[in-house]
T-cell receptor
């Protein structure tokens, strides 16, 4: 089965600094990878995805993620953090190539941006 | 922008009672899912649904759980006899065939 791992429970960054939230994956074949964000008491909001093509994918709110096949990583990045980016971030992978396949989530990383 | 809507936002129920959580997926989507999240922790898959039948279910989705698409718009999750450990945030999601799924705002279920 496919899986993703988020090695950091918490990431703290000062506003204006670049941020990285790490994710590694374990899949057979080519992965469908995602990042979702969850604000307090809210649902999961889709940020971006990698299916194929360019290794650098751009998403909502200025976020981007870099797919690295050799390192089996899909780290989320943003050049300049905002306080409003503080939230819980989930890396995820689709467990198969059908849209009926479930999406498997990592354990989540809490991102805290200090003013 | 189309969105997945869930009702109610919060449900409190007595242990042993039946609850039905309701979802209206995005209108042209064909693939539907239920997930749950306990205390803001890991998001756990419960069940996927396509073409009016369950595609896949997890170990959590035992005989106490059922799903239904009673009409062309609603997608429901029923828990027949709730237990304390069923207390969680339940998320409905839908997908239109693209890779990603879109999630609703969730129903917070509290079993007392």
């Amino acid at each position: 089965a496919q899986s993703v791992a988020q090695p950091e429970d918490q990431v703290n960054v000062a506003e204006g600094n670049p941020l990285t939230v790490k994710c590694t994956y374990s899949v057979s074949g080519n992965p469908y990878l995602f990042w979702y964000v969850q604000y307090p008491n809210r649902g999961l909001q889709f940020l971006l995805k990698y299916i194929t093509g360019d290794n650098l994918v751009k998403g909502s709110y200025g976020f981007e993620a870099e797919f690295n096949k050799s390192q089996t990583s899909f780290h989320l990045k943003k050049p300049s953090a905002l306080v409003s980016d503080s939230a819980l971030y989930f890396c995820a992978v689709r467990d198969g190539w059908s849209s009926a396949s479930k999406i498997i989530f990592g354990s989540g990383t809490r991102l805290s941006i200090r003013p | 922008e189309p969105e997945v809507t869930q009702t109610p936002s919060h449900q409190v129920t007595q242990m042993g009672q039946e609850v039905i959580l309701r979802c209206v997926p995005i209108s042209n989507h064909l693939y539907f899912y239920w997930y749950r999240q306990i205390l803001g922790q890991k998001v756990e898959f419960l069940v996927s649904f396509y073409n009016n039948e369950i595609s896949e279910k997890s170990e959590i989705f035992d005989d106490q759980f059922s799903v239904e698409r009673p009409d062309g718009s609603n997608f429901t999750l029923k828990i027949r006899s709730t237990k304390l450990e069923d207390s969680a945030m339940y998320f409905c999601a839908s997908s239109g065939g693209a890779a990603e799924a879109f999630f609703g705002q969730g129903t917070r279920l509290t079993v007392v």
